[in-house]
């Protein structure tokens, strides 16, 4: 009879979570940073504006944050930052498994395992998120920042600061939709990037809110249609279709959002009224370091089991003895590269 360390071990957890479509939610920026295997922890790898290496600025102890949007982390390993969260399998749980086990009932087994699975899956998923988190980060403001013990650290990629705008003048704010002109507004960023480096930005991302300020522009519809634009009512497919015909422009509505916690408030990854442009192709990488118990354990010789999977996070079961127990540890080193970084244009529209 299989036991309890039979059926819940890291080599399970890693193939139930890559075949569970739930857990496996396809992000934006895996798409503009795919992900890079890379050894060690070096951040000298890591690229921002013109290929020059990533600017770490430590604050004090105890500073105040700067940015609201906070990823938090275990701790800073050397240089890149290390995310790490484990679960135990409870004694509850654990009891109940262990009657059934017994009672050698596979249908009323395989719920309460898949249950652990989902538990370990969701650590997995929670690394793709402080992924995702770091990405849109640099998307929308050009730096990440990261608190960790007490320690607030800020990854400066070397924006150029005139590739950045926040709109000052109320009229000209894309929520004042009967005076702004974010077409002009749009042609300008784009001509901006185009001089500078040679790369005319065909690309953008924007949340939903962003997006209605475009729906409902009055200076969009009266182009659309002269004759009656205040009556035109745009749709998506129109507005995108309109972009695409005015300023060779792709336009990425995303709003996908993710929980500091189990049961706290949804935060979108990519923030509210910014506009950000983004030239074709990837935009750098998302490299992943060796984790210690990628370094440590996968070789074998403990009782420590570890699966990799997404290209660098690592799943660790660690039976323990008393109580009969299994620890899964999930942990990821990762950083994103921003070699493109000079190419883009971030705007504020409404502040």
């Known amino acids: 009879m299989p036991t309890i360390f039979d059926l819940v071990n890291a080599r399970e957890i890693a193939t139930y979570y890559t075949e569970a479509p739930t857990l496996n939610v396809p992000y934006l920026g895996a798409e503009l940073f795919p992900p890079e295997r890379q050894m060690g922890l070096d951040l000298s790898w890591i690229k921002g504006s013109r290929g020059v290496p990533v600017a770490l600025k430590p604050s004090e102890f105890d500073a105040k944050a700067t940015l609201r949007d906070r990823i938090g982390v275990d701790k800073i390993e050397t240089e890149m930052p290390f995310f790490r969260e484990a679960m135990r399998i409870g004694e509850k749980d654990r009891q109940e498994i262990l009657k059934v086990m017994a009672a050698s009932n596979s249908s009323l087994l395989m719920p309460l395992i898949n249950r652990i699975y989902d538990d370990a899956g969701n650590l997995v998923a929670g690394a793709q998120v402080n992924a995702e ?40 704010k894309w929520s004042d939709t009967a005076n702004s002109t974010p077409i002009q507004d749009i042609q300008g960023w784009q001509d901006k990037i185009e001089g500078d480096t040679g790369t005319r930005p065909i690309r953008a991302v924007c949340t939903r809110k962003t997006w209605n300020y475009l729906l409902e522009n009055k200076s969009i519809k009266l182009d659309l249609n002269p004759a009656g ?34 049961g706290g408030a949804s935060t979108l990854f990519f923030p509210d009224d910014v506009f950000s442009l983004i030239p074709d192709g990837n935009l750098g990488n998302t490299y992943f370091g060796t984790t210690p118990e990628e370094a440590d354990l996968l070789s074998g010789g403990t009782d420590a089991q570890v699966e990799i999977v997404n290209n660098g996070i690592a799943v660790t079961t660690i039976k323990e003895p008393h109580p009969v127990n299994i620890q899964t540890i999930v942990s990821a080193i990762a950083l994103p590269s921003f070699e493109r970084i000079d190419e883009i244009f971030i705007a504020t529209v409404h502040s």
């Open 229 to 262: 634009g205040q009556n035109i009512i745009l749709t998506d497919s129109m507005l995108k279709q309109y972009l695409v015909s005015k300023l060779g422009l792709t336009v990425a509505v995303y709003n996908k959002k993710f929980a500091v916690e189990v």
């Open 133 to 172: 988190r770091m990405r849109m980060q640099l998307l929308s403001t050009g730096l990440i920042n990261i608190s960790a013990n007490r320690v607030a650290y800020t990854y400066d990629y070397l924006m150029p600061a005139d590739h950045k705008e926040t709109i000052a003048q109320a009229a000209d």
